[in-house]
């Protein structure tokens, strides 16, 4: 199963953009990469997902790599509501589907 | 619409017994994943349930067990409880099994004494 590293920890200014990285080298062609976020007490949210090219939503854009070993969450303006984990995530696809979880990373937004 | 709700919220046991969680998923999703969250272990996926059958499963023990109903509502059930089994269990529903987003229900903290 494809694994994903994260940094522990990262903190960023209210209002600034944010680059979370995420290392998934063994990730195998047909495998997605999820970017979830959980908040104090609540279970993991949704933020984005993709497989070869740069998606973008209301909530965040993604890059992923053109090799697709390491991928990037983008938070275009960090909000105070925005401090959480962050969890990369592949979907690995091989026969039969099954979420990887990262060990996430924490992101602590400054005011 | 209402979101994915787990129930019981907290739960204490004791060593050797066993539990039966519950999760509802969101109207509509036919897709019931479930998740293991320590603080050591972080995140592991135990599996996931689609039309009422096991479509997948991580790597647990055979202590760990889990049902879907017609009504996709589904149950997750641990025997033979040890310590190490004290964590917040996340279920998760989806539209259907695949490359959909999840949502996550809150939890249920499970303590085993």
């Known amino acids: 199963d494809a694994k994903t590293t994260q940094p522990n920890s990262m903190e960023s200014n209210e209002e600034e953009p944010v680059h979370l990285p995420c290392n998934h080298s063994?990730?195998?062609?047909?495998?997605?990469i999820h970017w979830y976020r959980q908040l104090p007490s609540q279970g993991p949210e949704y933020v984005i997902h993709?497989?070869?090219s740069n998606v973008n939503n209301r909530m965040a854009s993604l890059a992923i790599a053109e090799d697709r070993k390491s991928s990037t969450l983008i938070l275009h303006r960090a909000t105070l509501r925005d401090a959480a984990v962050y969890y990369c995530?592949?979907?690995?696809?091989?026969?039969?589907?099954?979420?990887?979880f990262g060990t996430g990373t924490r992101l602590k937004v400054l005011a | 619409k209402a979101g994915v709700t787990q129930t019981p919220r907290y739960l204490i046991k004791t060593r050797g017994q066993q539990v039966t969680l519950s999760c509802s998923p969101i109207?509509?999703?036919?897709?019931v994943s479930w998740y293991q969250q320590t603080p050591g272990q972080g995140l592991q996926f135990l599996f996931e349930?689609?039309?009422?059958?096991?479509?997948n499963k991580g790597n647990f023990p055979g202590r760990f067990s889990g049902r879907q109903f017609s009504n996709s509502r589904s149950e997750m059930n641990v025997s033979t409880l040890e310590l190490g089994d004290s964590a917040l269990y996340l279920c998760a529903s989806s539209l259907t099994t695949g490359t959909y987003e999840q949502y996550f229900g809150p939890g249920t903290r499970l303590t085993v004494t």
């Open positions: 995530v592949s979907l690995f696809t091989s026969g039969t589907y099954k979420y990887i």
């Open positions: 063994t990730i195998s062609g047909t495998d997605y």
């Open positions: 993709g497989l070869t």
């Open positions: 109207s509509g999703h036919r897709s």
């Open positions: 349930y689609f039309s009422e059958t096991q479509r």
